[in-house]
């Protein structure tokens, strides 16, 4: 029990920045538990640092939002490195389907070598035609995979003027494939 409120009382010294280590949240101890929770959930040995820097971060904003330090830092900085490491795989597995995605689009089945290199240079050639504005919303949408309401959230516009410019570009990008067919 007295080790539980010494705890706490160093947390909240820690918060604060009284306890002499220049504002440092984590002590060698907290840090080598944080270090090991990121381990043992599979986050690599070379974003540690990362990992140990996000747990410090996330409590030094805790303690300027001016909320209350947590009572036991140990155990709270143990459950945001868990967290972390989730996160970690959640991003590495996104990341890795992205790649299979793009590695699809890159070799379909049913086009020769010569006939999606062409497609390739005439998309890449209309996209680079297209306004700023829809070209921004067809890589989101198509290459990125965004949902329009995401596109819309991300870029700050109403769903109406994603749509739009989507159906505007799809459009313009049609007519230049149809202009590079005929000719």
Excluded: C
């Amino acid at each position: 029990m007295l080790r539980g409120k010494a705890r706490r009382d160093r947390g909240a010294a820690y918060a604060a920045g009284t306890d002499g280590t220049g504002g440092d949240p984590l002590d060698a101890a907290q840090e080598r538990r944080v270090r090991a929770v990121l381990a043992l959930g599979g986050v690599p040995q070379s974003d540690l640092p990362d990992g140990v820097q996000q747990v410090r971060l996330r409590l030094l904003e805790r303690a300027a939002s001016g909320r209350e330090a947590p009572r036991d830092v140990s155990a709270w900085a143990a459950v945001v490195a868990s967290n972390l490491a989730m996160d970690w795989h959640r991003a590495k597995r996104r990341q890795e389907r992205l790649g299979e995605r793009l590695a699809a689009l890159r070799a379909p089945a049913h086009a020769s070598g010569e006939e999606t290199s062409l497609l390739s240079l005439a998309v890449a050639r209309g996209l680079d035609e297209l306004p700023a504005a829809q070209r921004q919303v067809v890589v989101l949408r198509f290459f990125a995979d965004l949902p329009v309401r995401a596109i819309a959230e991300e870029l700050g516009i109403p769903e109406g003027t994603v749509k739009s410019r989507l159906h505007t570009a799809v459009r313009a990008l049609r007519d230049r494939l149809h202009e590079d067919e005929v000719a």
